[in-house]
């Protein structure tokens, strides 16, 4: 069974900084893209960003670009993303999801994990 | 930046009856699109993709059709736990979601 466990979430100040994990297991992880996905309360879904099976490529969206890095462990069947920087409109549950095989859909989802940025 | 629009917003029917929630693109993304359906306090879940393609396990009430700029989610009778919220996302550019169809209980 694919399960999708995200940690590290909680209250954070304007211009600080967290690690989100995503712990993979049920499947191989190494060879499948992941994503992070994140929803603001009460709000639609925003994709945040992707990382290729050999972390080969890398995309951002706009709105977390040079404050937020995801990388991945294929060792630790591991997922993370580095949020820096903080800001108010960055509190959300970020979710990681998995790559619906070669295809850039979600096939697999986390329960997510709510980070709130606020002083 | 493809935007993705849907509508309604909101619709609103009763079980049993026939939902059909609409996924517009702002330019054609051939035929990479899916639809989600989001529960509250619950993940997305895949229910379509490549435009009309099931994802495993999703029941056969659900169908999806279009290619290019529009495209649609049809639920041909509403069960109860049908009752969310729908998103659509392309895949042809970096993925943005569409603004999500709730749909309720009239």
């Known amino acids: 069974e694919v399960q999708l466990v995200e940690s590290g979430g909680g209250l954070v100040k304007p211009g600080g900084s967290l690690r989100l994990s995503c712990a993979a297991s049920g499947f191989t992880f190494s060879s499948n893209s992941m994503n992070w996905v994140r929803q603001a309360p009460g709000k639609g879904l925003e994709w945040v960003s992707s990382?290729?099976?050999?972390?080969?490529?890398?995309y951002y969206a706009d709105s977390v670009k040079g404050r937020f890095t995801i990388s991945r462990d294929n060792a630790k069947n591991s997922l993370y993303l580095q949020m820096k920087g903080l800001r108010a409109e960055d509190t959300a549950v970020y979710f990681c999801?998995?790559?619906?095989?070669?295809?850039?859909?979600?096939?697999?989802w986390g329960q997510g994990t709510l980070v709130t940025v606020s002083s | 930046e493809i935007v993705l629009t849907q509508s309604p917003a909101t619709l609103s029917l009763s079980p049993g009856e026939r939902a059909t929630l609409s996924c517009r693109a702002s330019q054609s993304v051939s035929s990479d699109l899916a639809w989600y359906q989001q529960k509250p306090g619950q993940a997305p879940r895949l229910l379509i993709y490549?435009?009309?393609n099931r994802a495993p396990g999703i029941p056969a009430r659900f169908s999806g059709s279009g290619s290019g700029t529009d495209f649609t989610l049809t639920i041909s009778s509403l069960e109860p736990e049908d009752f969310a919220v729908y998103y659509c996302?392309?895949?042809?550019?970096?993925?943005?979601f569409g603004g999500g169809t709730k749909v309720e209980i009239k």
């Open positions: 999801a998995k790559n619906f095989g070669l295809a850039r859909y979600f096939d697999y």
């Open positions: 990382i290729a099976s050999n972390s080969g490529y890398i």
């Open positions: 490549d435009a009309s």
């Open positions: 996302q392309q895949r042809s550019n970096w993925p943005p």
